[in-house]
């Protein structure tokens, strides 16, 4: 009896492994321009990446469009490039710090901060030939950011209209108080993320504080422009100390992405 009793188990247990749950992915529709939730078996969901789908429940509202320009309403939470190899998650301060190549992580490296705030990418992500961003989609340029910043009225006060309203002081909201200028007129929805340093003294800093994006364009071998709001200020600017002659950050921080569509000429 017990000869039969090991096979038999594998049986069921491969029987039980060849019916696979479905995975949630936002289907984009590109004929309608929207987009729905719907439910894929494990072995479609590399096609429905492909065309640019994302994992999981479709967000009640995906975009907002700003002038010419249509941003997604929240921030990437990817672990895989569009080509579905994975991204590896540093979880490591000085394995990240010495990072040249991409990687990811949480704030904090607590998993509670992903569904807000999305994932923190070093740059080295950002600029991976394999494309972090959704098909459709595009990390923005330092260009494109200064397009939205003037669309909003120039960068001393963009962020306000950026930003997500209330406090956490009231209970109302995820930044710290004054959220000066917090009106989320554009739609943007902007989160306070914080970012990953690169200095190892630090480490993490910023949640609730300060909302930090990659642009797509470097600066130079280890630097690459970005942009920032703050709790205390409207501003959405390249980041403190640049207006006064500080490079932008090094590539190795950890900052949040904002993705912009893809200018479609056929639209
Ligand atoms: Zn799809």
Same mark, same amino acid.
């Given at each position: 009896?017990?000869?039969?009793?090991?096979?038999?188990?594998?049986?069921?247990?491969?029987?039980?492994?060849?019916?696979?749950?479905?995975?949630?992915? $936002?289907? =984009? !529709?590109?004929?309608?321009?929207? #987009?729905?939730?719907?439910?894929?078996?494990? +072995?479609?969901? %590399? &096609?429905?990446?492909?065309?640019?789908?994302?994992?999981?429940?479709?967000?009640?509202?995906?975009?907002?469009?700003?002038?010419?320009?249509?941003?997604?309403?929240?921030?990437?939470?990817?672990?895989?490039?569009?080509?579905?190899?994975?991204?590896?998650?540093?979880?490591?301060?000085?394995?990240?710090?010495?990072?040249?190549?991409?990687?990811? $992580?949480? =704030? !904090?490296?607590?998993?509670?901060? #992903?569904?807000?705030?999305?994932?923190?990418? +070093?740059?080295? %992500? &950002?600029?991976?030939?394999?494309?972090?961003?959704?098909?459709?989609?595009?990390?923005?340029?330092?260009?494109?950011?200064?397009?939205?910043?003037?669309?909003?009225?120039?960068?001393?006060?963009?962020?306000?209209?950026?930003?997500?309203?209330?406090?956490?002081?009231?209970?109302?909201?995820?930044?710290?108080?004054?959220?000066?200028?917090?009106?989320?007129?554009?739609?943007?929805?902007?989160?306070?993320?914080?970012?990953?340093?690169?200095?190892?003294?630090?480490?993490?800093?910023?949640?609730?504080?300060?909302?930090?994006?990659?642009?797509?364009?470097?600066?130079?071998?280890?630097?690459?422009?970005?942009?920032?709001?703050?709790?205390?200020?409207?501003?959405?600017?390249?980041?403190?100390?640049?207006?006064?002659?500080?490079?932008?950050?090094?590539?190795?921080?950890?900052?949040?992405?904002?993705?912009?569509?893809?200018?479609?000429?056929?639209?």
């Amino acid at each position: 009896m017990k000869k039969f009793l090991s096979p038999l188990l594998a049986i069921l247990l491969f029987s039980a492994c060849k019916k696979p749950g479905k995975i949630k992915v $936002c289907h =984009y !529709d590109v004929a309608s321009g929207t #987009s729905k939730t719907i439910e894929v078996y494990p +072995n479609a969901l %590399a &096609v429905h990446l492909a065309h640019g789908d994302l994992l999981g429940d479709c967000p009640a509202v995906l975009s907002t469009t700003i002038c010419d320009q249509d941003w997604m309403v929240k921030n990437l939470d990817v672990t895989t490039y569009r080509n579905g190899d994975p991204i590896p998650q540093v979880i490591d301060p000085s394995a990240w710090v010495e990072l040249t190549t991409g990687a990811w $992580c949480y =704030y !904090d490296n607590d998993p509670a901060n #992903s569904a807000i705030y999305g994932k923190l990418y +070093n740059w080295y %992500a &950002v600029n991976d030939p394999r494309g972090l961003a959704p098909v459709g989609w595009h990390v923005p340029s330092d260009a494109e950011w200064t397009m939205l910043s003037n669309c909003l009225g120039g960068y001393s006060i963009a962020g306000g209209k950026m930003k997500s309203t209330g406090t956490i002081e009231a209970g109302t909201g995820l930044w710290l108080s004054p959220n000066t200028g917090a009106t989320n007129s554009s739609g943007f929805t902007a989160l306070p993320g914080g970012i990953r340093t690169g200095d190892l003294a630090i480490d993490f800093s910023g949640i609730n504080r300060s909302a930090y994006w990659w642009s797509s364009t470097s600066y130079s071998i280890d630097r690459a422009w970005s942009r920032q709001a703050l709790f205390d200020l409207s501003i959405l600017d390249w980041g403190i100390g640049i207006a006064s002659g500080e490079p932008p950050f090094l590539k190795n921080n950890g900052m949040s992405i904002r993705c912009v569509r893809d200018w479609n000429a056929n639209q």
